[in-house]
C-alpha cells in the first residue's frame, strides 16, 4: 500500500470528487469509497481528468495538499516514460539528447516505496529551515551552530563532525538537495545562467555543478544507508537503492520540471528566493 496516501487531506478527497463526480449522493459514496478503499484510490489517481486539472490550474497548488499535487504530477511523468520508452538527458544549459532508458527506470520506480519518497521528498523542499545543532569540539567543549537545511555542502561537512542521529539527518539531508536539483532544477547545472535569476544565490551555488552533484548524491546515500539510525527508520535498504540507481531516480523528476514544472517550480519553491 502506499503510505503516502495517508497524507492526503479533507480537502484532497474533496478535490477528487468534485472532479470526478456529478451529483451530491455519488459525491458521497465516492468519498466513502476512497476514504477506506486504497487500493481503489490508487486506481482513480489515474483518470486523466485529475491531471487536466493539476495542468489548467496554477493556483491548484494551495488548494490541495502538496502530496496529492506532487503525487498526480509524478504519475503523469511515469506514464509519458512507459508510453515513449525513453528519456532525454541534460548534457548543457540548451542541450538535451535520448537516451532509452525508460524500462530501467520504470523498473527502479517500480517500488511503491521509491515513488513514496520521491513525493516526500518534494515536499520538503516546499520551505526551508535553520537547524541549531552542538558540535563537539573536545571533552565536554560543544559550539552552538545553526545553518540553513538547503546547505549540502556545510551538511555534508557537519556530518562528519557530529554524532548520531544528526549524522544520518545531515547524511540523508544533503543526498536529497543533491537528488532535487538535480531532478528539478537541471537547467541550473550546466552552461549558463538564465539572467532572471543570476542574483539567486543558490543556483550560483549549484552552477557547473552537474556530473560532480550526482557523485556526491551517491555518495552520501551510501553513507546515510550505512548509519545505524538508518536501519532504526528502516530506511538503510531504499537509500542503499537510490545510492545504486541515482541517475534513474532522478529522471522523473526531470521529465516533471521539463514538461509539467517548467517555470511555475519557481513559485512553488518560492522559499529559497526570499
Keep these: ?10 480537502s484532497d478527497f474533496q478535490f477528487l470528487a468534485e472532479t470526478l463526480c456529478r451529483g451530491g449522493e455519488e459525491k458521497r459514496a465516492f468519498l466513502g469509497l476512497v476514504t477506506n478503499d486504497y487500493d481503489t484510490l490508487n486506481t482513480i489517481l489515474d483518470n486523466d481528468l485529475l491531471f487536466d486539472r493539476v495542468a489548467r490550474d496554477e493556483h491548484l497548488f494551495v488548494q490541495v495538499s502538496p502530496y496529492l499535487y506532487f503525487e498526480l504530477l509524478l504519475r503523469r511523468a511515469i506514464r509519458d516514460i ?3 520508452s525513453y528519456t532525454l538527458e541534460r548534457i548543457g544549459y540548451r542541450t538535451v539528447i535520448p537516451v532509452f532508458d525508460g524500462r530501467k527506470v520504470l ?10 519518497y520521491l513525493v516526500e521528498l ?6 526551508i529551515n535553520n537547524i ?23 551538511l555534508a561537512e557537519l556530518s562528519e563532525r557530529v554524532d548520531e542521529p544528526y549524522r544520518f539527518i545531515f547524511l540523508k539531508r544533503a543526498g536529497d538537495i543533491a537528488l532535487f536539483v538535480s531532478g528539478i532544477f537541471p537547467e541550473q547545472l550546466f552552461g549558463e545562467l538564465h ?7 543558490w543556483l550560483r551555488n549549484f552552477r557547473g555543478r552537474g556530473e560532480e552533484l550526482e557523485e556526491k548524491g551517491i555518495a552520501l546515500y551510501r553513507k546515510a544507508s550505512e548509519s ?3 536501519r532504526e527508520y528502516q530506511l538503510d535498504t531504499l537509500l542503499s537503492y537510490i545510492a ?10 526531470n521529465v516533471m520540471t521539463d514538461r509539467y514544472l517548467t517555470f511555475r517550480k519557481y513559485n512553488i519553491f518560492e522559499a529559497f528566493f526570499n
Design 1 to 10: 500500500m502506499r503510505k503516502i496516501f495517508e497524507k492526503f487531506t479533507p
Design 82 to 84: 512507459e508510453r515513449e
Design 107 to 116: 523498473e527502479v520506480l517500480a517500488r511503491d516505496a521509491l515513488r513514496d
Design 122 to 127: 518534494l515536499v520538503s523542499f516546499i520551505r
Design 132 to 154: 541549531t545543532v552542538y558540535i563537539r569540539r573536545g571533552r565536554g567543549v560543544y559550539f552552538k551552530k545553526t545553518l540553513s537545511d538547503f546547505d549540502l555542502d556545510l
Design 195 to 201: 539572467a532572471s535569476f543570476a542574483k539567486r544565490t
Design 228 to 230: 545505524v539510525t538508518a
Design 244 to 253: 545504486d540507481n541515482f541517475r534513474f531516480t532522478k529522471k522523473p523528476l
